[in-house]
């Protein structure tokens, strides 16, 4: 069974600029989550989406935001650009059923100048 | 106060050594413990997945949950130079698709 795949695996972007970022769970998966990491600040929770529906929200700002497609594969979208944006953009998915744990993708790497 | 606390290192031993990696955490509803490795420049890989209290091993890998000590821990046998990656401790509640996440300890195993 296929993992979990995020495209682009890299971005260099300049300030002000937006950005989607695209992740396919693995197959039967309905849950996606995405994550930021950055060293300073470890892995960070975005928001999670399920069936369609964003069900968990993490703590930042509305230059962030997602959506999830009816085949479970999600976007995830950051506007108006700052440099402090600058991290690997990691995606998971899960069956969200009780006791399931998450898979992640590889990360798209993001460098904002 | 964070909801889940890990030593960033980094945590240096030479090879064949025993790897102790350790979490608290504070919230008593957390069922699910999970730890995971990363690589430099990947995402985070699944090692171990445990419920509630309690030892599972696999491989050279055991993981230990003492829930009365909100307290989590990954042992790694005969360490390999291989094993260096940053080990991240996750958790979650039941009923409750939202993971927690430690900071993550940076390990190098020298050869």
């Known amino acids: 069974k296929a993992g979990v795949t995020q495209t682009p695996r890299y971005l260099i972007k300049t300030r002000g600029q937006q950005v989607t970022l695209s992740c396919s769970p693995i197959?039967?998966?309905?849950?996606v989550s995405w994550y930021q990491q950055t060293p300073g600040q470890g892995l960070q929770f975005l928001f999670e989406?399920?069936?369609?529906?964003?069900?968990n929200k993490g703590n930042f700002p509305g230059r962030f935001s997602g959506r999830q497609f009816s085949n479970s594969r999600s976007e995830m979208n950051v506007s108006t650009l700052e440099l402090g944006d600058s991290a690997l953009y990691l995606c998971?998915?899960?069956?969200?059923?009780?006791?399931?744990?998450?898979?992640f993708g590889p990360g798209t790497r993001l460098l904002v100048l | 106060q964070k909801e889940v606390e890990q030593d960033p290192g980094p945590l240096s031993v030479p090879e064949g050594a025993i790897v102790s990696l350790n979490c608290t955490y504070s919230?008593?509803?957390?069922?699910?413990f999970m730890w995971y490795r990363q690589y430099s420049r990947k995402g985070p890989e699944l090692l171990m997945y445990?419920?509630?209290?309690g030892n599972k091993e696999d491989g050279r890998f055991t993981a230990q949950v003492d829930k009365s000590s909100k307290y989590i821990s990954l042992f790694i046998r005969d360490s390999q130079p291989s094993d260096s990656a940053t080990y991240l401790c996750?958790?979650?509640?039941?009923?409750?698709?939202?993971?927690?996440f430690g900071s993550g300890t940076k390990l190098n195993v020298k050869p």
């Open positions: 998971a998915s899960s069956l969200a059923a009780v006791g399931e744990t998450q898979y």
């Open positions: 197959s039967g998966h309905r849950s």
């Open positions: 989406y399920f069936s369609e529906t964003q069900r």
């Open positions: 919230n008593s509803a957390f069922q699910y």
């Open positions: 445990t419920y509630s209290s």
């Open positions: 996750a958790m979650r509640r039941d009923n409750f698709n939202k993971f927690y």
